[in-house]
Structure formats: C-alpha cells, structure tokens
C-alpha cells in the first residue's frame, strides 16, 4: 500500500504532539532537567552507584496522558495509535531531553506487540497498567543484532530458566520488567523478566548520558513461569526483527527534537553573543554552520516521518527507510552536538552551560542500535541483491 | 499526484491534461536535449520545444491561472496540475522557462495592462523568448551592485552596460533587466525595464563557453541601446523591489530545473550503485569497497531524504517556518548533485578522465560532464554561500551580513 502524502499526519497526531511539547514544557523544561541532572558534577560522575533520577511523579502523569498505551494495540487495551503519533511524541520527548523510561517502554512496546502471544498481550496489559520496561537483547559486544544475546534460556514444561548476562540495557533501574532475548541453542527466544526476580542483578554502567541509566544484567537461575514467554525459542528473532524498524525510528524521532532544541538555543546565543561589534551570527562562520544544522534536522525529519508512516501502511518498506532515518538523524545529532558546543564558544566548554546534557544525550543515541555507517552498510547490502 | 484534493472543475482538467499530453506526446528528436531549458544552443531543439510550448499553450495547459484578458486559461490551481501531469507524462520541458518564471510574473505584478497584453500572449505561447539581465562581470551574489546604466532621454531611455550568465539570449526578444539611473543610493537607484534584444541596435549577444567546453549562456553588452519609457516596469528607483519579485519566482524555477523532477535525482543515485558494479578498485568491485557502498549510501540517504522534505513541505503539522523548507530547496538539489557527480568520478577511476568523445568513457562521459556543469547550479539564482546567508537571516532571525 502506498504511504499517504501526508505521512498520515493528521489532527490527532498533532493534538497529541501540542499537548506533549506543553506538557513536558511546563513539567519537564530546562531549569528541571538541570535540577535533576546536572546540579552537581560530582554526583553526576563519581557518586559511588552512578544516578538514575526517576521522577515518579512525573511518570504517573504521563501513564494518565496514555503516552505509554500509545503504541499498544487496542485489542491489548491501548489506544493502538499510528507510528507517526509514536514518532512525535519521541520528538518532543527528545526536545525536552526527557528523563524518563517512556522511550525505552515505547521500544518494548512496539517489540511485544509484534509478538501474537498470551505471554506479549498479559505484558503490554502491564505497560497499559503504568508498569514501565525495556529491551534487554544486546551482547557484550554491544552487538544487538537478534541473533547474538549473552543470554541462554533452558525452557522447561513450566517455563523457562536464564542465565548469563545481557549487556547495554536501558533506563534498566526504572522498569518494572524487561523483555530478554535468550538463546536455546541457536533459537532465540523472548521472555519477560521481572526486575526483582530473584537472581536477577543490575549492574549500572557508568555512562556519559546523564538523561538516561544504563546496564548490563546477570541472570543466574532465573526461573519465568510459561504465562512470561513472549516468544517461544525459535520465533524471538523474527519479532525482533519485525520490531526493528520501530526501534530505529523512535530513537531517530528523539534526536530530532534534541536537534531542533540545539539549533533553536545555539541560534538564540548567536543572536545575542556580541564580539567585533556584532552579534557572533552575523558573521558567516558562525551563520552557515547553524544554517547547516537547520538542512541536516530537516532532512532527518522527514526521513523519520517517512519510517513512522511505513510502519503504519508499507511494512515491506519499514525497514529501508528505518535505516535511512536513523542513518541521517545519528549524522545530524553528531553534527549538531558538535556545532552547538563550539559555537558557544568558551562558555559551551562549560558544565553551567546546558548545552552538553543535549550533546550527550545525542551521542548516545547516535551509537544506540547502530550509527550512521552502520545503517548504511546494511542499506547496501540491499542493493547487493538488486541488480 | 495531489489527485484527491482538486475540486470537480480542477479534476476534469487533470483527466484533460493526462489525455491531451498522452495523445500528443512528441516523438523524441535524434539528438538528445540539454538536461535544461537554459541551455538550450541548437536550432534544432529550439524549434522542436518552441513547437511543443505553443501545443501546450493551446492546449491550455500554459498559463492557466493567468488572467484571461492576458491571454491566460483564468482559472485558479490548474497549473500545478498542469506541471504534475507534463512531469507525470515525461513530455519535453517547456523552453521559455525565464518568461514563465521570472518575466510573466514580474509583468503580471509590475506592469501596465498594455505591456501585459502585448508581452504575455507571445511569451506564453514560446513566439517571443525571454532572457534576464540581472547579473553583470561586478556584480553577481551583490546584486544591487548592477552599474549597466538608464539615461533618460526625452520619453525614452539610454541603456549602457554589460550583462553576463543570460541563458537564452541568442535567441531571446526580450530581455528584462536592472539598470542603475541614480548613484546616489544602492538600492533606490535601481529601476527595471524590459528591453529589446534580438534585431536591436546597440545590442551585442556573445556566447559565453562554460568550463565543460559547451556554450551554455551568454554575456550581452549594451551600447546607447534606446527603449521607450513605456518599457520600464514600476517607478523609477523601485528596480530592487521588482526584482525581489522576479527573484521570490526563480529560486524556484531552479529548484525545479535542477530537480528536473525527482528523476534526474533518482537517475543520478542508481546510476553510481550501476557505475560502482562495473568498475575495478584494488582487484574487487568498486561496489565491494566499503567505503564507496558508504559514500553512496550517504548521497542515498541525502536524496530520498530531500525527497521526504518536499513531502514534508505540504503537510502543515510538521512544518515551523513557512520558508524554511521552501528556501533550502535550491541550495539541497544543487550540492546534492554536485557531490553525486563528483563521487562519480571517484568511482570511475581513471576512467574519469575519459571526456565527451570519448568511446572509452563510462556512460558517455556524464560524471565529468554532470560535475563540471554543476558549478553552474551552486553558483546560478544566488550561490550556496547567499542562500545559507539568506537561510540564516530569514528563517534563523540571523543579523544580516553586510
């Protein structure tokens, strides 16, 4: 089928995208991301367990704006709105360098849902009861490709028991439950994994982001009962797979919010910022580089709208243009991040200055399930087959 | 195709305009047409696209919106149609791009009924070709720098200049042009006129040749050149805003010319994955190189995304500037198609020296050719370096550079 011109944008999904950007504008904005993020460097960097801020308050808000029940299907209870909706309020999350599991509960979402199991409905039924939860699929090698978890499942006849440890987890300290990837054999399975599982340990990484928690998890004799398998061993990689595309999008869709938040802040500087006698973006080094940064979010904004809306109508296509959106967004975040920083100036070197919890955040997503080159090289790897 | 919002009258036409173009299609001519109207050089392919704009014309698909009384269709959204269902039918562009885009326009604002009913019907009908005196050899991205001269003489003036990249001109009637009639401000000394050239005393046309080694454009230099003051448009010192006008028009035109649609583009971009297939590098495919998939990739994933852009231009919920994707449209196309071509060449090797002539030269020599010819789109209608200016100023709120 083919995509609607108007991406299927239409007056719901910018409801929903106005009443996110004033919502986490006035609950959310930049002197409360400070707040609780940035106040303090050593805390940031050196406290003996590294942070994961989690404002419960602001989640229940959010679980009542049925943000998380948006990507759930209404057949699960959820509101089973397009992609495109899922994609806007990831921009406006990444906008608003939101600190919250939303992201990585979208991310489970659109995996379990791909899934036609008792086991994937009784956990997206969870996340539309306000339990948050993440993907926990990547191996030690930071591979996250569906075939290769650090996780073995013995399946028994009352379920399933895991062992091993998967690596790169997300926001993995605010979620109720993860989704695992597990392999028996060399069949992939997906189980539901409850944070406080016994034998279940979370092991924070300390990492650069300071919007977001991140660790590797060890399962040692983690016994899941049957009603937890969302994927049989055997079928995970296919879900997996079939949920990629989402996953690229979403994380594509939050940089471009944190893009535009860069350019629209480094801009305001350079209107403000007075050296020779004129505003920095009077001069040419300073303006075409901004200029740049406008060409390069455009671009990847309108790839991302184009993945959302193949999700929802040419899942064939889904894939293609995943990659090209999370290709051109992971480029546009890494050039941004850089631009906004240095033109700045001496003053964008600084820890007071905000514009590094941005350029963080950008650079972790630009890596989280493969940069620029990598989508490209699989983006070839299509064209190997055409002729 | 926008098919589903055209109103019941604008849908009768679109099936006109599809059945008309599929029926009266021109067969194609032995030798291949320029890539773009503007630089159209051989009789040949004047005659053949000056036939084919005046079918058109009469057909009603030129000029629909324009008044009727000016020899326009007088309806309202029929030309975007017009142009979706040419582009849609693959039928040869339309010659007379400068009096559509720029001239018409600026006439229709800034003229007198008279001149529009003298100048448009030809003009629509591709009887009278248009060029634009706009640029001269000191005065090109500083366009109100333009020194070519209007003395006003009893009821006419006297043109004295030099004006160089006039595409079209040796086979233009009309040219319209900016002239200085006052020294005493830069911009409020500026008035516009619309000027005889072909059969014109006083007037010279010389072909400028381009660094591809093909003439192109052309340079035209005015001696005590004569007009009637009925030829000037709008008051005298009023030549920088009209000329805003036709400049709003011709960013435009060349985003389209460049564009050519999305198939010069599309075109462009398989033909580097064709190119990288056939040629050697280091004893594999060029294709097998990683680092070429990826510049590839990387023109890949600009082109489809400046596709989506446009896409993303109509659809109001996602747009925050009304300019802000419209002004980057002829800085994208042309850096886009410059890298693509010159990554051509990369990959071809040293069978990127092969030039035109050539039988050794991978696909006739186009990667040279097409990146050679390129610098004429970074530079034409305002250079990258103008339009990133302008983008900054009028989009980002950026203090104006002097």
């Not at chain 1, 309108?302 to 296509?317: F, G, M, R, T």
């Not at chain 2, 990288?276 to 190189?289: P, S």
């Not at chain 2, 030039?355 to 004429?376: C, K």
Request: net charge neutral; glycine share 8%; hydrophobic share 40%.
């Amino acid at each position: 089928m083919a995509q609607p011109k108007d991406f299927g944008f239409g007056e719901d999904e910018q409801m929903l995208r106005d009443s996110a950007r004033k919502f986490l504008a006035d609950n959310a904005g930049i002197e409360t991301l400070r707040r609780s993020v940035a106040h303090d460097h050593h805390e940031a960097y050196e406290s003996p367990v590294p942070p994961a801020t989690y404002d419960a308050d602001l989640w229940a808000k959010m679980v009542e704006l049925g943000w998380t029940t948006l990507a759930v299907p209404e057949s699960s209870g959820g509101s089973g709105m397009k992609m495109v909706a899922v994609a806007a309020l990831a921009e406006e999350a990444g906008r608003a360098a939101l600190v919250s599991p939303l992201i990585t509960t979208l991310l489970a979402t659109c995996t379990l849902r791909e899934a036609a199991s008792d086991g994937a409905r009784a956990a997206l039924t969870r996340i539309v009861g306000g339990e948050a939860s993440a993907l926990a699929i990547t191996n030690a090698d930071g591979v996250w490709d569906s075939a290769d978890s650090g996780v073995t499942a013995k399946v028994t006849k009352k379920g399933a028991t895991l062992n091993g440890t998967v690596h790169f987890v997300q926001d993995a300290r605010k979620v109720a439950f993860f989704v695992v990837a597990a392999k028996s054999g060399k069949k992939v399975g997906l189980y539901v994994v409850n944070a406080d599982t016994p034998g279940v340990t979370i092991h924070p990484d300390r990492i650069v982001d300071l919007t977001r928690d991140q660790a590797h998890i060890t399962f040692e004799n983690v016994t899941i009962p049957a009603t937890q398998i969302v994927a049989p061993a055997g079928e995970g990689e296919a879900v997996l797979t079939k949920a990629m595309p989402a996953w690229l999008t979403i994380v594509a869709a939050d940089m471009c919010g944190a893009g535009e938040w860069q350019l629209q802040t480094t801009t305001a500087y350079a209107q403000m910022r007075k050296q020779f006698d004129h505003p920095i973006g009077f001069f040419q080094a300073v303006k075409h580089p901004l200029v740049n940064m406008m060409v390069k979010i455009d671009e990847a904004r309108s790839l991302v709208y184009a993945a959302a809306c193949a999700i929802d109508v040419e899942p064939k296509s889904a894939e293609r243009y995943a990659r090209l959106a999370k290709s051109s967004a992971s480029d546009m975040a890494a050039f941004c991040s850089g631009r906004s920083v240095q033109l700045h100036g001496g003053i964008g070197f600084t820890w007071e200055c905000d514009v590094h919890i941005y350029f963080k955040r950008q650079k972790h997503n630009q890596m989280l399930f493969g940069d620029g080159l990598f989508q490209r090289s699989k983006l070839a790897d299509m064209f190997d087959s055409a002729a | 195709m926008d098919a589903k919002k055209d109103t019941p009258e604008q849908a009768e036409f679109r099936d006109h305009a599809r059945r008309w173009l599929r029926e009266n299609k021109p067969a194609p001519l032995s030798t291949r047409l320029p890539e773009y109207p503007i630089e159209v050089v051989s009789d040949e392919h004047r005659r053949y696209l000056c036939d084919w704009q005046k079918k058109c014309y009469q057909a009603g698909l030129v000029a629909c919106d324009y008044p009727k009384e000016f020899g326009g269709g007088g309806h309202s959204g029929f030309q975007r149609i017009a142009s979706q269902e040419m582009g849609a039918a693959g039928t040869p562009y339309l010659i007379n791009v400068i009096g559509l885009n720029m001239a018409a326009p600026t006439i229709l604002h800034h003229g007198s009924d008279e001149l529009k009913r003298k100048f448009l019907p030809p003009l629509f009908a591709a009887d009278e070709i248009w060029c634009q005196g706009f640029s001269e050899p000191n005065a090109g991205s500083d366009l109100a720098g333009a020194q070519t001269s209007a003395v006003r003489s009893g009821d006419n003036w006297i043109l004295n200049g030099h004006k160089v990249w006039t595409s079209l001109a040796t086979f233009a009637s009309w040219m319209i042009i900016l002239c200085r009639t006052s020294n005493d401000d830069k911009y409020k000394g500026l008035t516009y006129y619309v000027t005889p050239i072909a059969n014109t005393k006083g007037v010279t046309v010389r072909p400028l040749i381009k660094i591809t080694g093909q003439a192109g454009f052309n340079e035209v230099l005015f001696e005590d050149v004569v007009i009637p003051d009925a030829y000037r448009l709008d008051e005298v010192g009023n030549g920088w805003q009209v000329a805003m006008t036709t400049l709003l028009h011709e960013r435009g035109a060349a985003e389209g010319a460049g564009g050519g649609g999305g198939d010069t583009l599309e075109e462009r971009t398989a033909g580097l994955v064709r190119l990288a297939k056939r040629m050697k590098r280091n004893g594999k495919t060029a294709w097998d190189d990683a680092a070429i998939r990826d510049r590839i990739m990387q023109i890949i994933v600009r082109a489809e995304g400046m596709r989506q852009l446009y896409r993303r231009a109509r659809v109001g919920g996602l747009i925050e500037h009304p300019m802000r994707i419209p002004l980057q449209g002829k800085l994208l196309i042309s850096e886009l198609l410059q890298d693509a071509s010159a990554l051509g060449m990369e990959i071809a090797g040293a069978h990127a020296s092969l030039y035109l002539g050539d039988a050794n030269a991978p696909d006739g020599a186009e990667w040279p050719l097409s990146y050679l010819n390129s610098y004429g789109i970074t530079i034409a209608a305002g250079t990258s370096e103008v339009q990133r200016n302008i983008l900054g100023e009028r989009v980002l709120g950026l203090a104006k550079s002097k």
